[in-house]
């Protein structure tokens, strides 16, 4: 690996979109993969591997500010940089009336979509520099019944990338957000039970469309 190889950051990485990003990606990038799942993360791994790409795996919870620290810091003493991020981690709430939302539910939520996004922007903006591209994932559910929880966190989190967006038209990085469209994915499956999956954009289909317009 030089110091030309191109650095790809997922957070959110072991399945999903995140994953079929990362998969993408390879071997054009070498991609960190951070995520909770560590077995998802090493099935990643093995795919990328066999596109003839090469990973990083961070099992990491980027609810927690010092991983988060540690993970930027390790980035930057190995390659000091970050080209492109992609902020698809996210937290699914089960869809449910605004007068019976959980309180530690909601600040699983906050934390998660709201509160990391707020901590990562300062800790991966240096390592894009003026030339890195940041991507966020939106997925416009606020104000929408029983979407109280998810819908309120998630809206949270895309103000954050679009005050970014803004203040960084001039100076860079450039910061990106994207609208996927509709895939089987447990995220969607949880707010859509049964619904028919064979209708829907796959992962990788999708993840190749989004990084097209980027």
């Known amino acids: 690996m030089t110091d030309q190889t191109k650095i790809a950051l997922i957070t959110g990485a072991s399945r999903g979109l995140g994953a079929a990003l990362a998969e993408a990606l390879a071997p054009e990038y070498h991609v960190v993969a951070v995520a909770r799942t560590t077995g998802g993360l090493e099935e990643l791994d093995d795919r990328i591997q ?99 929880i998810y819908g309120a966190t998630k809206a949270a989190q895309m103000s954050l990338a679009r005050s970014w967006s803004l203040e960084t038209e001039r100076t860079g990085p450039r910061v990106s957000i994207v609208e996927p469209r509709p895939m089987p994915t447990a995220v969607r499956a949880r707010f859509h039970p049964g619904e028919d999956r064979d209708v829907l954009s796959s992962t990788a289909e999708e993840a190749n469309r989004l990084l097209s317009l980027l």
């Open 50 to 148: 066999a596109k003839g790409g090469s990973a990083t795996l961070a099992p990491m919870d980027i609810t927690d500010p010092n991983a988060m620290a540690t993970l930027c810091r390790s980035i930057h003493d190995r390659w000091g940089k970050v080209d492109l991020w992609l902020h698809t981690a996210i937290h699914t709430s089960a869809l449910t009336p605004a007068h019976f939302i959980d309180a530690k539910e909601w600040f699983k939520a906050l934390n998660t979509n709201a509160t990391a996004t707020s901590v990562l922007i300062p800790f991966v903006a240096p390592l894009l520099g003026e030339s890195g591209h940041a991507v966020f994932f939106d997925d416009p559910k606020a104000g929408e019944k029983f979407y109280g």
